[in-house]
Every structure is written in C-alpha cells, then in structure tokens.
C-alpha cells in the first residue's frame, strides 16, 4: 500500500450512530475530512442535521437521518438511507450509547433498565452490524467500530448495566471478528477514558477531576478528538490487518466515578 493512501476515505461511505453530539459528532467530521460520505445518525433530527450541514458546508458529503438504535425498523431504514443516498457502506461505527454515571444503585433500578441498558449499547451494535456487514462485503471493504469505555474494565459502585454492557461489547467484537473477517470486514472497539462530553459534564465535579487525573500520567481529560482519532485508524486503511482488537485512549491511566 502506498503510503499516501493510510488514511485515504474517498468514495467511501460511514455511518456514524450518535452522531449529533459530543464523541459522534467529532467522528462524523475527522471521517468527512478525510473524504468519507458521512450518515449522520442520531435520536434528535435537528443535531444530525446541524452536523451534516457543517459538512456540507465545508465541500464534504454528510446526510442526517433520525435513528432510535433500540428500534429495529429505524436501523434498517438507516441502512436504507445509506445505500440510497451515497450506493455503498463500507464503515460503521456504533458510537450510540448510554447509562452508567454512577447511576446504577441495583437497589434502584430494575430488569427493564437493565435490559434497556444492553439493548442500546449491545443488541443495537450487534444489529446494526449484521445489517451492513452484505453491503461492505459487497463493496470489497468494511471497518465496524465499536465505542466501548473505560468501565468495561473498571470496578466501580452503581455501574454493573452499564460496566457489563460494554464489557459484553468488547468480547462480542472480537468474536464477530472471526465471522467477519473472511469476507473484508474488520471489527475492532475504541475505549474512551474520562472525554470532556455533555455527559460527563453532568457529573464531573473538580474534586472528581482532580482524582480522575492523579491516575492519568498525560495530566489532562480526553477531547472528543483524541477519540476520532482513534476511530480513524481503525476506518482507514492503514489498519486493514487489525481486527478483533480494542484500543483505550485514555491518557495512559485509569479514571473512575468512585
């Protein structure tokens, strides 16, 4: 492989779940700018579609759909959508997720939330995935990123849904990687440490922060864009005989909600 071809997405096409905000939005735009028709998803129309006009705008290719990733009818339609708008699929990254923050006392909680918590963060993935994996083997090339966490490794208090979710996530990866793999497609997750995000502000106190980084040698939280990064190698094709794996950026250390 050329060289100057690592991290060429021309006339490729990604679909980015959650894409409207925060870790999502920085991976629609990293994606774009290195030439990928970006399928901006997300719950709320009006955040995908603030998203894929920035694109637009700035001489990329970005539509926006509305997708609820724990409805199968929308996940099809996404893929509908892809394939009408831009003819092919060739990366996916199921960055759509949510629970956990500390929030999770199993005292508190019930089953559905419970089940909510893995249809969202696990069962939409694995969906999703089993969807586009006919249109990437079609096209001759296919990248399925997951967006794990930190809390898939961690122990922590009021955690287990969200901790055990993405836990399952990972190993879920790495089998799907053997499914796959014959066929051009590569799994691999990334795992986020403690990134300066709408939801992690909801919950970041200094003194949180302050301890979050007595165990980070790179002294600061992570950017949404350190995490595109990493989605980006794993998109590109630089990292072509990379699969089953997880990379955790995350400054070198551990932060938790302790």
Not at 152 to 177: D, E, G, Q, T, V
Not at 211 to 229: F, H, N, S, W, Y
């Amino acid at each position: 492989m050329n060289p100057a071809d690592f991290f060429d997405l021309k006339n490729k096409t990604a679909i980015v779940t959650g894409g409207g905000n925060g870790i999502g939005k920085s991976c629609c735009e990293t994606l774009a700018e290195f030439g990928a028709n970006v399928v901006v998803s997300d719950l709320k129309m009006e955040d995908a579609e603030k998203v894929s006009n920035e694109i637009n705008s700035r001489g990329g290719k970005a539509t926006a759909v509305t997708c609820n990733v724990t409805k199968d009818q929308d996940l099809v339609d996404l893929v509908h959508t892809a394939i009408d708008q831009f003819g092919s699929i060739e990366i996916l990254v199921n960055n759509a997720g949510g629970g956990g923050g500390g929030r999770e006392n199993p005292f508190n909680i019930d089953v559905d939330h419970f089940k909510w918590v893995f249809e969202l963060n696990l069962f939409s993935a694995w969906r999703l995935s089993q969807l586009c994996a006919p249109h990437m083997k079609a096209a001759g090339y296919g990248s399925i990123i997951n967006i794990t966490s930190m809390a898939s490794i961690n122990k922590s208090p009021n955690m287990s849904a969200y901790a055990s979710s993405k836990a399952a996530l990972i190993h879920m990866s790495a089998n799907l990687a053997h499914d796959y793999g014959p066929f051009g497609i590569r799994l691999n997750c990334v795992g986020p440490g403690a990134t300066k995000t709408s939801a992690l502000a909801k919950v970041l106190t200094p003194e949180i922060e302050r301890k979050m980084l007595q165990g980070t040698p790179i002294k600061r939280l992570g950017e949404v864009e350190d995490i595109a990064g990493a989605v980006l190698y794993f998109a590109a094709p630089v990292s072509e005989w990379v699969s089953g794996q997880v990379l955790f950026v995350n400054g070198g250390g551990i932060q938790t909600l302790d």
